[in-house]
C-alpha cells in the first residue's frame, strides 16, 4: 500500500510540475537582469490620472520582483515608443489600497477533478480544465486560472478541498477599475500590473506576468 501511495504522490507531483496557467509567456528572463529602470518615465501615485496624454499606460513595478524580471526587457522595449510611466512600489507613499483575495477565491476556486492512483485527472461531471478558458466576471475582464493539485503542503490554500484534489484558481483580481476617477480610489492586487488609461479612464488593465507578457507579445515583441 504504502509502494503503491509513494508512486501515486510521484505522478501527482509530475502532473503538479507540468501544469501550467490558459496563457503562457516566456519565464526566461525570470532572475534578475542586467537592465534597469533609469531612463524610464517614473511617475507618484497620486499623479496616476494628471498626465496630458489622452492615451498612456502605467505600470507598477518592484526592483528584484521576480515576477516583474519575467517581463522586465519587453515592458522596457514597450515602453521606447509609447507613452509609459513607471510607478516604484517599493516606496511607501505610492502604495495603494490592498485587494481582498479571499472573496475572489470563494467565489471562483472550485474542485474541478481528482487525480487517480493512475495519476491521470479524473473531471467531475460537466467538468474540464477547457471550461475555464475565456470566461469573464462582472466588470467584463477575461479570467484566468491556474489548475492546482492538492498536496498535504499546500492543502491550507485550498478551503474544503482533499489531497489529490485538482482545483481551477483564480489569478484575475475582480476590481471595476472603469469606475475610478481618483488615485485615492486605486487598489494593487500585486505587481506587476499594467493599466491603459484613455482619456482620463482606465480601460484595461493587465495583471502579473503571465498576462502582461500575453499583452506585450500581442503587440509585437518578442
Same mark, same amino acid.
Given at each position: 500500500?504504502?509502494?503503491?501511495? /509513494?508512486?501515486?504522490?510521484?505522478?501527482?507531483?509530475?502532473?503538479?510540475?507540468?501544469?501550467?496557467?490558459?496563457?503562457?509567456?516566456?519565464?526566461?528572463?525570470?532572475?534578475?537582469?542586467?537592465?534597469?529602470?533609469?531612463?524610464?518615465?517614473? %511617475?507618484?501615485?497620486?499623479?496616476?490620472?494628471?498626465?496630458?496624454?489622452?492615451?498612456?499606460?502605467?505600470?507598477?513595478?518592484?526592483?528584484?520582483?521576480?515576477?516583474?524580471?519575467?517581463?522586465?526587457?519587453?515592458?522596457?522595449? &514597450?515602453?521606447?515608443?509609447?507613452?509609459?510611466?513607471?510607478?516604484?512600489? /517599493?516606496? /511607501?507613499?505610492?502604495?495603494?489600497?490592498?485587494?481582498?483575495?479571499?472573496?475572489? %477565491?470563494?467565489?471562483?476556486?472550485?474542485?474541478? @477533478? /481528482?487525480?487517480?492512483?493512475? @495519476?491521470? %485527472?479524473?473531471?467531475?461531471?460537466?467538468?474540464?480544465?477547457?471550461?475555464?478558458?475565456?470566461?469573464?466576471?462582472?466588470?467584463?475582464?477575461?479570467?484566468?486560472?491556474? &489548475?492546482?493539485?492538492?498536496?498535504?503542503?499546500?492543502?491550507?490554500? &485550498?478551503?474544503?478541498?482533499?489531497? @489529490?484534489?485538482?482545483?481551477?484558481?483564480?489569478?484575475?483580481?475582480?476590481?471595476?477599475?472603469?469606475?475610478?476617477?481618483?488615485?485615492?480610489?486605486?487598489?494593487?492586487? @500585486?505587481?506587476?500590473?499594467? &493599466?491603459?488609461?484613455?482619456?482620463?479612464?482606465?480601460?484595461?488593465?493587465?495583471?502579473?506576468?503571465?498576462?502582461?507578457?500575453?499583452?506585450?507579445?500581442?503587440?509585437?515583441?518578442?
Amino acid at each position: 500500500m504504502r509502494k503503491t501511495m /509513494r508512486k501515486t504522490m510521484k505522478k501527482m507531483m509530475g502532473i503538479a510540475m507540468s501544469m501550467v496557467m490558459l496563457f503562457s509567456v516566456n519565464l526566461s528572463a525570470a532572475a534578475a537582469t542586467s537592465l534597469d529602470y533609469d531612463n524610464v518615465q517614473k %511617475i507618484a501615485t497620486k499623479d496616476f490620472f494628471n498626465q496630458t496624454e489622452d492615451d498612456y499606460y502605467v505600470y507598477y513595478y518592484m526592483e528584484n520582483c521576480p515576477f516583474c524580471n519575467q517581463v522586465k526587457s519587453d515592458m522596457l522595449k &514597450f515602453a521606447e515608443d509609447r507613452s509609459v510611466y513607471f510607478v516604484d512600489y /517599493r516606496i /511607501r507613499d505610492n502604495w495603494c489600497q490592498s485587494y481582498d483575495w479571499d472573496v475572489a %477565491i470563494k467565489k471562483y476556486n472550485k474542485t474541478i @477533478g /481528482r487525480v487517480s492512483q493512475e @495519476g491521470s %485527472i479524473e473531471y467531475l461531471p460537466g467538468e474540464s480544465m477547457e471550461k475555464y478558458q475565456g470566461l469573464k466576471n462582472m466588470y467584463g475582464k477575461e479570467m484566468i486560472f491556474s &489548475f492546482e493539485i492538492v498536496t498535504e503542503d499546500n492543502i491550507a490554500q &485550498f478551503e474544503g478541498a482533499q489531497p @489529490g484534489d485538482v482545483v481551477a484558481n483564480i489569478q484575475t483580481p475582480e476590481i471595476d477599475y472603469v469606475s475610478m476617477t481618483s488615485p485615492d480610489e486605486l487598489i494593487i492586487a @500585486g505587481v506587476p500590473v499594467l &493599466f491603459h488609461v484613455v482619456d482620463g479612464k482606465i480601460v484595461n488593465f493587465y495583471f502579473d506576468s503571465v498576462e502582461i507578457g500575453a499583452y506585450l507579445q500581442s503587440n509585437n515583441l518578442k
